[in-house]
C-alpha cells in the first residue's frame, strides 16, 4: 500500500513491458515465501487453482529466475513432486523509516529474509543532506552484502506525520520540519534513482505486523504505535485499512485536547523535567530509565488515554488482536499491558465477547501467550523495541514492510517501512 512514485526497471517487468506479476503470480510468489518449498499439486491445493493452470504460471517465473524448480522429492506413491522455492537473490528491496531524531533502513531479499539492518543518527533533516545520507547507508548496506544495485526493486519509506492532500504529501511532528507538506514520492524517486513508495510509519507497522507478527494468528488487528508522536493502523480481515486520507490509524485523534497524549515527546520532557537528562529519544531508548518516577507519572497519565483508545477500538472495529509496537521499551510495555482495560458493561450477565478478557501477549522473539483464556475473542500484543534495527518485508505482492521488528518471523518490529502491497501495474 502506501503511495508510489517511479517506474520498474525492465527486468523486474513481465513480458509485455508493463506488468511486474498478474494476481495469480503474486499468490504463487506470496504462497512460496510464506509457506517455504511446495510442489505443484501443494500449490494447486493452497491456491484452488488446476495443477495446470500451477505449471503454466510457473514457467514464467522460472524464465525470470525468480522461481527455482529442485529436484523431485519421493513421498509416498504416485509420480514424485518437484518442489518449488523462490531465488532469494532474484530482487531485494531497501526499507527506510525516517524517525525525528534518526533513520533505520534494512536490505530484504525476495524470501523475506533481512540481509542487513543498521540505524544511524539524522542530525541534518533537510531534504538534499538527508537523502544523500539515506542513499549512501542504502549503498554501504548492499555493499555489505553483495546485493547488486541492479536487483533493488525500489525503496520503500516510512514517515512519522500524517498524508494531507493528494499524493505523498505528509505533515510530520516537529524535528521533520523540513519534510513537511513536500511530495515525497517524487522528491525520494528523483534521489534515487527508482520507485519508492511513502506510508507513515503507524500504518506501515501495521501491515508488517499483519505479515510477519500476529497477523499470523489473527486477520483483524490494530496496531498502537509509539514515537515522537503517537498513531498506529489498522488491519481488517488481512488487509490493511487506510481510509480516505490514508490516516486509519490515527488514534491520537480520539482523544480530546486537555488529555494526556501518549507519545514518547512526552515522557522524554518529563525525564528531562529537573534539569539535563538526553537530549533526544534515541538517546533515552538507548539508557531507558526505566525506574525514574518520570517514568511512573508517565505511565499513570497514559492508561486514561490508552484505556479510552483501546476501548474505542474494541467497540467500532471489534478486532481479534491489538498490538502496542513502535518505539515502545520493553519496561514501559510490560507496565501499560498490566494496566490498560477495555470499557465494556454487561447486559444480562455477559459482556461483548472479548473486550474484558484478553489474553497478554509479549513479544520478544516469539509471540508468547500470557494469561487469558485461550479462546477469548481479544488479545493484547506487546511488540518490544529493545533494539531499534530497521525490518521490512519484500515480496512481488508485497504488502509492507515494518521496521524494527525483523530478523525472525515473529519477532520485534515496530516502526515501519513501506513496500507496495501489489508491485503490479494493474
Partial sequence: MGVGYGRFAPQFLRDDGVR????????????????????????????????????RLIEPLVRRGLVVEDRPVVSGRGKPGA???????????????????????AIMDLSGAVLARREIR????APPSAFRKILALAQALENEVGAAPERRLGFGVAVTGYFVGDGAQVNPPPGLDAWALSPLDRLLSDAFAGPVWIENDGAAAAIGEAMIGAGLRYDSLAYLYFSAGFGGGVILNGEPMRGVNGNAGEFASILPSDWFQPNLTQLLRMIQEPGGGPATIAEMLAA??????AVARWVAAAVPSLN????????VLDTQAIVLGGRLPTPLAEALASRLSFTNPERRGTSSPGANDHGLAYSRRRLRHRGGRP????????????????SFCLNMDCVAVDLERLGHKASDFPHGIIFPRSLSLD
Avoid at 308 to 315: E, F, Q, T
Avoid at 375 to 390: D, H, K, Q, V
Fill in 122 to 125: 539524522l542530525q541534518d533533516t
Fill in 288 to 293: 531507558f530509565p526505566s525506574d525514574s518516577p
Fill in 375 to 390: 479462546a477469548a475473542a481479544r488479545r493484547l500484543f506487546l511488540t518490544s523495541a529493545e533494539r531499534i534495527t530497521p
Fill in 20 to 55: 511486474t506479476a498478474t494476481t495469480n503470480e503474486r499468490a504463487i510468489l506470496s504462497a512460496l515465501r510464506r509457506g517455504g518449498p511446495k510442489t505443484r499439486a501443494q500449490l494447486s491445493r493452497a491456491l484452488d487453482l488446476t495443477e495446470q493452470s500451477i505449471t
Fill in 308 to 315: 479510552l483508545i483501546v476501548s474505542a477500538i474494541s467497540g
Fill in 83 to 105: 518442489p518449488l522455492r523462490l531465488d532469494a537473490r532474484a530482487a531485494h528491496a531497501v526499507g527506510v523509516s525516517v524517525m525525528t531524531d534518526a533513520v533505520a533502513a
